[in-house]
C-alpha cells in the first residue's frame, strides 16, 4: 500500500533537460577515467548498508511540495540516500576542469556527487536535485565517493544559513546517515579512521561550474562548448535570448557581464556577513553566482582579513578572506578564456572584468554604509570612516558579527557627544573583544575617539534611532554558523545525538531576530575552540 507521502514522492515531476540536451558519454561501465566529447556521464547511486535520516530542511522541502510526513517518511530517507531511484530520474556526474590553487587540473568532474534529475514544482520552478556522497562515479579519481558525517553536516547546515541570511547559494534538502563507514585521514598525518559516510540532497536551479566550461575549451572541444553555452543561456539566463532564440555573440557577451556582477553580489554578501569559502578553485564557482561546495570553509571570528579556514592554504592564504574578491576576478577571466573561442573578440571580456571590480567596490561600500546604519556611503567621509574601523578591528581581537550587532544599540538619549564618557561609549561592544585583559590605554582611546567620529557621521545623516537599529539589524546577523558551534553539532552527531544540528537548523532559519531563548548560539568562540580541529582550521579531508 502506498501511503499519501509515497505518493507525493513517487509522482515528482521530474524534466531532465541536461540529460536530454547535451551530449552523454556513451561509455556505461561506472570506472574512472578521462571523459572526452561530453558534458556527463550516467551512473547510478551506490546502495548504501542502512540509511538513517539526520535532518532536512523545511523551506526546501516545501519548495518540492513535501510535507513533514513525507520528509520523515522511511520512502524519502531510500530516495535520498539512493537507494530508491523514481521513474523519472536520470542520475548522472557532471563532467568539468578546473583551477585548483592557480593551477590548471584538468579533468575533475562531479567525483562524489551524483544528479538524481531535475524536479519542476508546482510553480514551475526548476530544481535539479544532487546527492553528494553517493559513491564512485567515473570522475572520482584516486578518491572513494564518499563523504563523512563531519563534512556533511557543515555543508548542511551552512547551505541552508546562507540561504536565510539571504547570500546567493546552493541549498540543501536533506541529511542521512548511510550506515556505513569512510576511511579518512583527517589531518594527513598518516592515521586514518573509520568515520561514519553521510549523504547531503543538495538542490539549485543548477550546477554548472565555471569548470563545466573550462573542460570543453581546454580540450578544444568548440562545437560542445556552444552547446553547453547555448543550453546555460537558455535554461539559466532566458532573459537574455531574444526572442527568435538566436545566440550570437552579443548573447554570450551579455552572458558574461551578467555572471560577473552576479559574482560581485555574492562576494559583497561573503564579505558583509564573515564568509570565507576556503576553496574558491574554478570548479567551485557557480555560473549563477551561487555560493557551492562548502568544504573547508569558515566565519570570521575575531576579524582578521588574512584568515583562511583552508589548512592546505595555510602557505599562500591565496584564498584569505580579505582576497576573496580579486580571487573571483582571476576566476571569472580564466571563464572568459574559457569562452573566448565563442566571440572571438577580447575587449569586451576586460570591459565586463573592469566593470566587475567598479561593481564589487560600490557594492562593498554601499554594503558597509549599510552594516554602520547610514542612508548612503558619502566617499567624503565614509572612506576614512570605514578603513579606521577596519584597522580598529584588527588592532584587538575583536568578533566582527557581535561588534556589528552591538553597534546598532549605540544611542546617545539626545545627549551632545561631546558629553558621553567613554566608558558609555564603550558598553555595548565588551563583548566584542577576545583576550581576558582589559582595553590598553591605546585602543581604548583609538576606539572611542573614532565612536565619537561615527556618531558624529550618524548625526549628519539624521536618521531616527529605531529605523537606524532596525536597518542595522537586517544586514547585521546575530546568528551565524560559528565554527565551534558546527564542529559542537558534529561531535554530538558523531555520537548518534543529531539534536544539536536541528537546534542550529532552526536557530539560523532567523539570523537577524533576536531569539532570547538562543543567546547561547551568539555566544563568540570560547577558548577551548581556538585552537581546535574544525573550530578555527580545516583540512580537505571530507
Ligand atoms: P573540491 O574542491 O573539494 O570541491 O573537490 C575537487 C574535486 O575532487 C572534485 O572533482 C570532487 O568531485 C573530487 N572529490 C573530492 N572528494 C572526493 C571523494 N571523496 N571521492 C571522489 N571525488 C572526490
Ligand atoms: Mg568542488
Known sequence: MLTPSDKTLDTLNFDNRFTRELPADPALANHRREVTGACYSRVKPKKMANPALVAYAREMAEALGFSPETCESERFTEIFSGNRLLPGMDPYAMCYGGHQFGNWAGQLGDGRAINLGEVVNQHGNRWALQLKGAGPTPYSRMADGFAVLRSSVREFLCSEAMFHLGVPTTRALSLVTTGETVMRDMFYDGHPQQEPGAIVCRAAPSFTRFGNFQILAARGETEILKQLADYTLRTDFPHLVQSSGEISKETILAWFDEVCQKTAEMIVHWMRVGFVHGVMNTD???????????????????????????????????YRFSHQPQIAQWNLLQLAYAIHPLVGETEPFEASLNQYAQTYESQWQLMMAQKLGLKTYDPESDESLISDLLSLLQMLETDMTIFFRNLAHMDLNGTPIKEVTDDALMTPLLEAYYGSDPLSETHRTKTTAWLRQYLTRLQTDGLENDIRRKKMNAVNPKYVLRNYLAQLAIDKSEQGDHTMVNDLLEVLRRPYDEQPKNEQYAKKRPDWARTRAGCSMLSCSS
Open 284 to 318: 567551485n564557482m557557480s555560473i549563477l553566482g551561487l555560493t557551492i561546495d562548502y568544504g573547508p570553509y569558515g566565519w570570521i571570528d575575531h576579524y582578521d582579513p588574512n584568515w583562511t579556514p583552508n589548512t592546505t592554504d595555510a602557505q599562500g592564504r591565496r
